[in-house]
């Protein structure tokens, strides 16, 4: 991904990503032009899906429980229990 000065137009360099979401993400950027300099933050966002994803649901849900803890993933077990 290439990200332009919003000042000169100019190349700028990502130096720190701050994912706020799974479908929004702050970019904090420097112009590489030393005579600007200037320093920003853009958003990357989601916006909509073109093709679904060939994964089925049981992967989905599988790959999202690995990523909670061990005390999250023991509480949705209880709250998932009938």
């Given at each position: 991904m290439r990200i332009l000065c919003t000042v000169c137009g100019k190349?700028?360099?990502?130096?720190?990503?701050?994912?706020?979401?799974?479908?929004?993400?702050?970019l904090y950027c420097s112009c590489t032009d030393p005579e600007c300099g200037h320093t920003f933050v853009t958003n990357v966002s989601f916006s909509h899906t073109l093709s679904p994803s060939a994964k089925t649901a049981t992967e989905v849900v599988s790959a999202l429980a690995r990523a909670l803890s061990p005390e999250q993933r023991k509480a949705l077990q209880q709250e998932l229990a009938f």
């Open positions: 190349k700028a360099v990502i130096g720190k990503t701050d994912r706020l979401s799974v479908a929004l993400t702050n």
